[in-house]
């Protein structure tokens, strides 16, 4: 059983647009939201991560924003560039982070 | 470097034909994981380990062993692999949690065909 859903499947944005992915989960033990960037042939490697007593964290162009009422949280590219070009997979683990549980991933596209 | 090392890359193997995939860590890691990513299905977990002689079972165990009997290391174990098994394998390394950004850190994968 999933226990985190992630969507859309797949997406295309144009240069300078805004990606958002979204997720969404049903444990409420769950307090710890890695964001993860693979790129063809390589292994995911973490992005961005949140706790959920915060709503908002941002690094250079990525942001999550993390809605704990509604228990989802999604990742936003702005400025999306064709380097950002890759498959993104969102997470959630209890607080030590021992087993995390993915999203199937969300392939992106930015078209120059 | 910090980092996790597979091996090997690619294998070809035959229905039945017992193999292991390797997995070592320089980071001193506690946390070690062996997951599988096919396509539409995102990263499913196979095993984790907490610590050295600890293993706890992902969400597809089965037709899979590991084990780990150093630190360093949790290899795979396909006892009798079948064509079911064909995937691309990753393993990854972590240390529990403190503040807003850890996570484990991911080997480069091995592509496993099993004919």
């Known amino acids: 059983q999933q226990q985190v859903k992630q969507s859309p499947q797949s997406l295309i944005v144009q240069k300078g647009g805004i990606s958002i992915i979204n997720c969404a989960y049903e444990n409420t033990a769950f307090d710890y939201f890695p964001w993860y960037q693979q790129f063809p042939g390589k292994g995911p490697a973490l992005l961005i991560a949140?706790?959920?007593?915060?709503s908002e964290k941002k690094e250079g162009r990525f942001t999550i924003s993390f809605n704990k009422s509604a228990k989802q949280f999604s990742l936003h590219i702005m400025d999306s560039q064709p380097g950002d070009s890759a498959t993104y997979f969102c997470?959630?683990?209890?607080?030590?982070?021992?087993?995390?549980?993915f999203g199937k991933g969300t392939s992106l596209l930015v078209t120059p | 470097e910090a980092q996790v090392t597979q091996n090997p890359r690619y294998l070809i193997t035959v229905t039945g034909k017992k193999l292991t995939v390797t997995c070592s860590q320089n980071m001193n890691h506690e946390y070690m994981s062996w997951y599988r990513q096919d396509p539409g299905l995102g990263l499913r977990q196979i095993y984790y380990s907490m610590n050295v002689e600890v293993t706890d079972k992902g969400d597809v165990p089965e037709g899979y062993k590991v084990s780990r009997k150093e630190k360093r290391n949790f290899p795979l174990i396909l006892e009798s692999p079948s064509p079911n098994q064909t995937s691309l394998y990753f393993c990854?390394?972590?240390?529990?949690?403190?503040?807003?950004?850890?996570?484990?850190?991911f080997g480069s994968g091995t592509r496993l065909t099993v004919v």
């Open positions: 990854a390394s972590s240390s529990p949690g403190t503040g807003a950004h850890y996570g484990y850190t």
């Open positions: 949140i706790r959920p007593d915060v």
């Open positions: 997470a959630a683990s209890t607080h030590s982070g021992y087993a995390l549980n």
